[in-house]
């Protein structure tokens, strides 16, 4: 058999592989040509040791040199935008314009950009110095990181072009990163870059290493591996949950990203004031790139009544009427039919009638109602995943209605509230949004959770199941990079032997640091 | 059957129960005669219902009252010094003074009082204002918190006095006490002081629970429980790697800090300069509190040659002819009996030749030495922690050999060196240290281990299995406060429904926030 080559330890080699894969093309369904591995553990095995090399090696790299490879990177995306779109757009479906080429490849290169700086400034790191007791703190590097990236986002969730890998390389680790076999000739593009950018600045070999697929059973070996230090996850529940058990199970760090619901509440106040606007968000939302959006209402609480029965009517007619975009598989398009199936079952009605036959893999814009005594009844089933271009309403009689709702609400990456501008509404929020904001990682307010800014403030995280730890986000520079480091303590240890970052005089005035409970870019007084 | 009373929901009642236990005397081995409950499940279950009823109502108690029930309960147990301390020695058997008395005491009420300082002022909650874009986050409460204290320290590390229990209560979260066996005398004291200051306080009640044991089974189910949010655990490997597997299982966050070596390595010029001050430090820290210390150092590495046999002499001799304080419990002597039997067993050589027949359950000193050779053999024995008044001389040939049996150690709570002050070390030091730092959460210089200053920069904490997650510490205010939070984001979320924390106006002079980038107390410019 022949395939493509695997990166590992800064070599394009042939892969130890029983079995290759050929993505396909959404847009007409058809499987493509090129193949690529799946890779035997025996190429697990290698990367894991040359990442081990890698991060000791990685120890004597200056954080600038690490800042000029991000950013060294990040410019050869840019100038390899139109190859990346083309491919990108071959493997997942998504749109060319604006989706991936001006939106997606923008962000994910302002994303490594801000990794380069965070590296540079190494403010992320936190360093805390008690002046005192002689005693110096600050988060480094982790060791060894796997990052599993997801279907929906080939570029700013890529395994070696989003957030986790960018987070990753920032904190001073290695990268083993295991594409998503949806968009494998998309990440093999990205990891020549990568490589090249590496050896431009002579980082050490296997600090970048790709490897398409492996078994299961491999999988779950990686995570756990003594060598590995942490993963990060982007993708399915199921998936996600299996690897969470493997690693911690071993002692190692995983953060997940996993399914989310998103729940918005549309209060009676907002529709009163602007129906037509918000139905018109909630469509796009829920249909733009077919609703492969993690951060995709797939739950909206309408409250019962002419306006809402209006607001409904509004959606099911554009949700009809709307475009069809490709899912990025033939299983999703299967996936969103078996649970929209599973929750008429269980009471819920098909509000949108379409049956037109559509080309590749797409699947009618799909909107189901319930009301929400019935979701109360049977909330577990009403909330499993539809991932792609389906929602849920609930009709909600009452505020204590929405309460209970709420009270049965698993976790969740984003809740979000529309309310009037004229306060009508706000004796509402304050009834709901506490008992909101535990289930959550972000309170939204007048607009929909699609669409997660890269900002330092942001959150995206939230409690279990929507990720596993709620302390943490996996996107917004520099706070994402935390998850990828460990805590160290520097106690009554020389001078000369500190982290330039905690010595008495600040490497650079960009660097803050908190000196005796005071936040700073100034030296240690002395 | 009659036994103490369970603090639940507010009020001492009789417990739900079908055994109880007593607690022993230390100093003379003799069971003493207050009986304490072994709950049912039924009084976790009210206690956590009544816990998420006290988080609910917790949510609109001022940051300035949980402050207020924090430094009231400093300020009783300052005032119950006498009584904790005599309840204290007769259940752990652990020295008045100094330290009961005049070391943990005082800790203890620092701690609780640098929690009260953080929650006022929250800026251990890292507000994080992104003010182009209105997105703004931080840390807030997480959710009911078990805490499961350790038997040797019954104040600082207490289930209802200590790090964890001030730590949660400070990021306001409701905490249910689970006592160690050991002392649950001094904890009902602890629990009656802080349930009267939460009652001056008007806290929610349930705020502050205790329970004095229970079964696995429902130790198990209590931090895999829907309705807890985390878990910090301070104790045995055995039980808080049960305990661990059964809160992830469930998406639940469990902090633990289990066991430790503290490997000290002391280098060959240290030895030339101050043999007998490092051999003095080195076993007050193996048999201070019989050694019953998390950072106790159970490994030391000596280099070969005369001035380490020098050195081993003298630490032995030490050994001999100390103090032999008692341990907690009749298992803690048996069990540094079984692994000292184990580690000879694989080759160490016991070195202090004791007989001597001891009241209550002291042990004598036990010192044992290995050849660096051989302990590369068979690394894991001689790792099996001896908890207590125990340690293991590693005799090193090479800074190569030194380097091995660094690659094999487990994570770590600390790694140590003493060098010397010309310079002569240095160069070992710069061989060694890299290692060792991903292997320890602290690096120490020149002072062992033990004594972990409750310090703004410390990090009482490492990589696994010394800890669950490295990223977090357990000591250390406001940082270990952080393990008990979650991240929230605010999304355009109006300023009238921002915690006043996140509001334009800086609610305090004494909160720090990052506003777009730069950690400042100012408020943020319109």
Request: one cysteine or more; charged letters at 20%; hydrophobic letters at 40%.
């Amino acid at each position: 058999m022949s395939a493509n080559k695997v990166l590992i330890n800064g070599e394009w080699r042939n892969a130890s592989f029983e079995a290759v894969f050929s993505p396909f093309s959404p847009q007409d369904g058809k499987q493509l040509t090129s193949e690529y591995p799946v890779s035997n553990w025996a190429d697990c095995d290698d990367a894991l040791n040359a990442a081990i090399k890698a991060h000791q090696a990685l120890s004597c790299v200056s954080r600038q040199t690490i800042a000029k490879f991000l950013d060294g990177y990040a410019n050869r995306i840019t100038a390899s935008c139109d190859r990346l779109v083309e491919l990108a757009h071959q493997e997942t479906g998504l749109a060319k314009s604006p989706r991936l080429a001006d939106v997606e490849i923008p962000r994910t290169v302002s994303q490594i950009k801000l990794a380069a700086e965070a590296a540079r400034t190494a403010s992320w790191s936190q360093p805390i110095i008690d002046s005192t007791s002689n005693i110096r703190s600050m988060l480094q590097s982790i060791g060894p990181v796997a990052v599993f990236g997801p279907n929906n986002f080939p570029f700013a969730f890529g395994s070696i072009s989003g957030s986790d890998f960018a987070s990753a390389i920032a904190a001073g680790n290695p990268v083993i990163a295991k594409a998503h076999p949806s968009h494998p000739g998309t990440t093999k593009l990205f990891a020549e870059l990568a490589q090249q950018a590496a050896e431009e600045c002579e980082l050490p070999k296997g600090t970048v290493q790709l490897i398409y697929a492996m078994s299961n059973d491999s999988g779950l070996k990686l995570v756990s591996d003594p060598r590995i230090a942490a993963t990060g996850f982007t993708g399915s529940r199921p998936a996600g949950l299996a690897l969470k058990k493997a690693a911690e199970d071993a002692g190692k760090l995983i953060y997940l990203e996993l399914s989310s619901l998103n729940p918005v509440f549309v209060l009676q106040g907002a529709l009163q004031e602007r129906l037509v606007q918000i139905a018109d968000e909630y469509v796009i939302s829920c249909t733009m790139a077919a609703g492969q959006l993690c951060t995709k209402p797939g739950l909206i609480i309408v409250p019962k009544g002419d306006k809402g029965d209006q607001f409904v009517s509004m959606v099911k007619d554009k949700f009809e009427s709307g475009p069809v975009a490709p899912l990025l598989s033939e299983g999703a398009a299967k996936n969103i039919k078996t649970i929209a199936d599973k929750i008429m079952s269980a009471g819920a009605t098909l509000l949108t009638s379409n049956t037109n036959e559509h080309s590749g893999f797409r699947c009618n814009n799909t909107l189901l109602s319930i009301n929400g005594s019935d979701f109360l009844r049977n909330s577990e089933i009403f909330q499993l995943e539809m991932f792609g271009n389906a929602s849920l309403i609930i009709r909600s009689g009452s505020t204590e209605e929405s309460q209970c709702i709420i009270a049965n609400l698993e976790g969740n990456l984003t809740g979000c509230f529309y309310t009037d501008t004229n306060g009508s509404d706000d004796d509402e929020y304050q009834q709901l949004e506490p008992f909101l904001r535990p289930k959550v990682g972000r309170i939204i307010n007048d607009k929909m959770p699609t669409g997660v800014a890269v900002s330092l403030a942001m959150n995206h995280g939230g409690p279990f199941p929507a990720s596993g730890h709620p302390g943490f986000t996996a996107v917004g520079m520099p706070s994402s990079i935390k998850r990828f480091s460990a805590l160290k303590c520097f106690d009554n240890v020389r001078e000369n032997r500190l982290p330039d970052v905690l010595a008495n005089k600040n490497p650079s005035p960009h660097t803050w640091r908190q000196i005796d409970g005071k936040w700073t870019t100034e030296d240690v007084s002395n």
